[in-house]
C-alpha cells in the first residue's frame, strides 16, 4: 500500500506552523526557554508516532480485506458452475468466506460493503468480489486527516484446459443403503455426478476440450464390446453361435432379443497366483496388473463373462442323488438359487437346445452338477451325462473334457419346472438405482448368463455434449443386486487402460496442449467375494470364475488378501505411466485400514472418506474444481 506521503507532510507542515505562531511572543523571554524547546519538539515527534499507528491500521484493514476477497472470489468460483449454484447460493457462499475472513467491526471500520459479480467471459466463468470499508482516524484527525475508504478486489476463475478423466462408480449391491436424506447412496452417488460434470463444462453445453468416460463396476466390467475383435475369446453358443450378429448380441428375426448372447462383460485377464505383498512390482504372467491390453504380443484374449445357471441345493448330503424328485434337486432359497436359466428358450426349440447343450459353454457346467446321477448301468434311464452312443457313462475326472459324453437336457432334473427354471431375462441395470422405496426395482433382472453384468462403459472421448454424460449417469449406473462380491481392482484396471491407452481407444485433442489426465474412482466398501451359499463354495461366480478355481490365491482364503495386493500393484504401474493421472479416491462410509492405507498409497493427499449425502457431493464438486484448475487471477 502506498502511504499519502505529501499529504502527511503538509498536515505536519501546517501543524508545525500553528505552533510556531502560538510560540512566537514568547521568541524574546528568555525565562523557560527550556521546557519550551521541549515541548515544541513533542509535537512533531506525537504526530509522526500517531501517523504510524495510523498507518498500521490503514495497513492491516487493507492486507485483511484482500485476504476476505482472495477467500471469497475462490468459494464463489466453485459455486459458480454446480448445480444448485444460484445467483443467491453463489452470493452466500461468497458472503460465508468474506466474513469468515473479515470481521464487520474490524479495527472500528464502518459502512462495509462486499460486492460479488459473477460472469461469463469468452466460455470462462469468472468471479469478482469487491469489498470496501471506511476507516477512521485516530491521532491524525488532529492534522485535517479525514476516514480514508479502502478497497480490495480479487478475481477468479475454473480456467479450462484440456482434460482426459475416467470416472469409476461403484455399482455394486450395496449402493442401495440409504446414506441420508432420504437417498440411498446410488441416487446421492448419481447427484454427485452430476456435479462433477456440471462443473467440469461451466455452464456450457459441450467442451471441445474435454474427454470424459465413466466405467462401472461390481464383480466384473462391460468393456468387451469396446475391444478389438482378437481380445476376447470366441465361447460357442454365447458370444459366437449360429445365426447370430456380430458378439452374439442379437438373434435376427427374434424381436425380443437373444438373453442368452454376451452383453459385453469380460473375466479377469490371465494371471498368476500369490503376488507378493511389494506394490512396487509386477508379476511376469500377471496380466491383470498392467496396461497391455488382452490380445497384444503375448498377452492372451480374455473370456467373455458367463455365470453358468447355478443353483444351491436344499441339502448337502448326496442321498437323494438318484432321484431327481427328491428334495435334494430342491432350490435353496437364497441368491444365486434364482440363476436357473433355460437353454431351450421357446425361440430356439428344440434343435437350438440340443446345439447349446453341446457346447463346451454349458456341458462343463452341466457336468459338474450332474455327473453325480451315473450310478450304473442299471441306473442310466436318469442319467443328464451321457455317451454319444447312448451307453452308460462312468464318471471320471480324466475324462471331464472328452468328447464321448453329452448332456441330455431333457433329463435336467426339474427342467421343465417353471418355479425353478426360467427362460433367461435381460440383465438391463435399473435406472432409478436401487431406490428402497421401489419394491421390486430393487434387483437386477435374472436369471441370465449375464447376471451381475454392469452396463458398457463409457471410453474417454472429445467434444460430447454434457447430456450424453448426464444421461449415461441417470441410465447406465445402478446397483446390482443381488450380487456376491466387490472387486475394486476390476474398475480401476479397466479404468486405467480406457484412459491411458488413446492409441486404441482414440480421441482426437483439438488442442496441441498436452492434456491433463485424472482418474476418479468412488466406492462404498472393501473388496469382497462371497465365499458360500447354504456351504456350497462353488455357487457363486465373478471376474475371477467360481469361488473354487482360486484363480488367484492357492489359498481360498486369501482371495480377498489378492485382491488388494493387485489393486496396490496396479496403481503403481499407473503412478509410473509417462503422462501419469492424477488419481483421486472418493470413499463413501467406514473402510478397513487395509484398505484405507492402500488407498492413501494410490491417492496421496487426494482421499477423500465421505459418510453423508453432503461429504459426497462436496468430494465431487472439489475434485472437479480443481480439475478445472481453480485460480486467482487478480
Not at 70 to 91: I, K, N, Q, W
Not at 240 to 265: D, E, I, M, R, T
Not at 469 to 488: D, E, K, M, R, V
Request: hydrophobic content about 35%.
Amino acid at each position: 500500500m502506498n502511504l499519502p506521503r505529501q499529504k502527511i507532510t503538509t498536515g505536519l507542515r501546517n501543524g508545525w506552523r500553528k505552533v510556531n505562531e502560538r510560540l512566537a511572543p514568547l521568541a524574546g523571554d528568555r525565562r523557560g526557554s527550556t521546557l519550551a524547546l521541549m515541548a515544541a519538539g513533542l509535537i512533531p515527534v506525537i504526530a509522526a508516532l500517531g501517523a504510524g499507528i495510523d498507518a498500521g491500521r490503514l495497513y492491516l484493514v487493507k492486507s485483511q480485506l484482500q485476504a476476505g476477497v482472495d477467500a471469497a472470489a475462490l468459494a464463489g468460483a466453485r459455486a459458480f458452475a454446480v448445480t444448485d449454484g444460484s445467483p443467491a447460493a453463489r452470493d452466500k457462499q461468497a458472503s460465508a468466506y468474506f466474513y469468515g475472513n473479515f470481521a464487520s467491526d474490524y479495527m472500528g471500520v464502518s459502512n462495509l460493503q462486499l460486492t460479488p459479480d459473477f460472469k461469463t467471459v469468452g466460455g470462462i466463468n469468472v468471479t469478482t468480489i469487491t469489498a470496501r470499508a471506511i476507516v477512521p482516524m485516530t491521532f491524525m484527525r488532529i492534522f485535517g486527516f479525514q476516514p480514508r475508504t479502502m478497497q480490495a478486489v480479487a478475481k477468479a476463475e475454473l480456467q479450462p484446459r484440456p482434460l482426459e478423466v475416467m470416472v469409476v462408480l461403484d455399482d455394486t449391491g450395496s449402493m442401495k443403503a440409504n446414506l441420508s436424506g432420504g437417498r440411498t447412496r446410488m441416487v446421492a452417488l448419481k447427484e454427485a455426478a452430476n456435479d462433477f460434470v456440471d462443473i467440469l463444462h461451466q455452464g456450457a453445453s459441450s467442451r471441445r476440450d474435454l474427454a470424459m468416460g465413466f466405467i462401472g463396476y461390481d464383480v466384473t466390467v462391460n468393456v468387451g464390446h469396446l475391444l478389438p475383435g482378437n481380445a476376447v475369446k470366441k465361447v460357442e453358443g454365447f458370444n459366437s453361435f449360429a445365426g447370430a450378429s456380430a458378439y452374439g448380441l442379437s438373434v435376427p428375426s427374434h424381436a425380443s432379443g437373444n438373453y442368452l448372447a454376451w452383453k459385453g462383460c469380460v473375466m479377469a485377464d490371465t494371471t498368476v497366483k500369490d503376488v507378493d505383498k511389494n506394490r512396487l512390482t509386477s508379476e511376469t504372467g500377471a496380466w491383470d496388473l498392467v496396461r497391455s491390453l488382452p490380445g497384444e504380443g503375448s498377452h492372451p484374449p480374455v473370456e467373455p463373462f458367463f455365470v453358468p445357471p447355478m443353483y444351491v441345493p436344499n441339502a448337502k448330503s448326496n442321498s437323494g442323488a438318484d432321484n431327481p424328485s427328491s428334495t435334494y434337486y430342491g432350490i435353496y432359497n437364497t441368491e444365486p438359487g434364482n440363476n436357473l436359466y433355460r437353454i431351450d428358450k421357446s425361440a430356439f426349440g428344440e434343435m437350438g437346445a440340443d446345439y447349446l447343450a453341446r457346447t463346451e459353454l454349458y456341458r462343463q457346467y452341466f457336468y459338474d452338477y450332474y455327473v453325480g446321477l451315473n450310478n450304473g448301468d442299471a441306473n442310466k434311464a436318469d442319467d443328464v451325462v451321457r455317451r454319444l452312443d447312448g451307453s452308460y457313462y462312468t464318471p471320471s475326472a480324466a475324462n471331464r473334457a472328452g468328447n464321448d459324453w453329452y448332456i441330455d437336457w431333457k433329463r435336467i432334473p426339474k427342467y421343465y419346472d417353471g418355479a425353478v427354471w426360467k427362460d433367461p431375462a435381460s440383465a438391463t441395470v435399473n435406472p432409478l438405482g436401487g431406490s428402497v422405496d421401489s419394491g421390486s426395482k430393487n434387483t437386477t433382472p435374472m436369471p441370465s448368463p449375464n447376471w451381475q453384468c454392469p452396463e458398457e462403459a463409457m471410453p474417454p472421448r472429445y467434444g460430447r455434449m454434457k447430456s450424453e454424460y448426464l444421461s449415461h449417469i441417470a441410465n447406465q449406473h445402478g446397483a446390482i443386486y443381488p450380487a456376491n462380491g466387490t472387486i475394486h481392482h476390476a474398475g480401476l484396471l479397466w479404468g486405467y487402460r480406457l484412459l491411458v491407452r488413446d492409441d486404441v481407444f482414440t480421441r482426437a485433442n483439438p488442442t496441441t496442449e498436452r492434456p491433463r489426465r485424472a482418474l476418479v474412482f468412488m466406492t462404498d466398501g472393501v473388496n469382497e467375494i462371497g465365499e458360500s451359499q447354504n456351504g456350497y463354495l462353488d455357487r457363486t461366480f465373478t471376474w475371477y470364475g467360481r469361488w473354487s478355481d482360486s484363480r488367484i490365491a492357492a489359498n481360498q482364503s486369501n482371495s480377498e488378501t489378492q485382491m488388494l495386493r493387485r489393486f496396490e500393484k496396479t496403481c503403481a504401474n499407473i503412478q509410473r505411466e509417462a503422462n501419469p493421472p492424477e488419481i483421486y479416491i472418493i470413499a463413501l462410509v467406514a473402510n478397513s485400514s487395509a484398505i484405507d492405507t492402500a488407498f492413501n498409497n494410490c491417492a496421496p493427499g487426494r482421499v477423500y472418506r465421505t459418510s453423508s449425502t453432503d461429504e459426497l457431493r462436496r468430494a465431487f464438486q472439489d475434485v472437479a474444481a480443481e480439475l478445472v484448475d481453480l485460480h486467482l487471477i487478480q
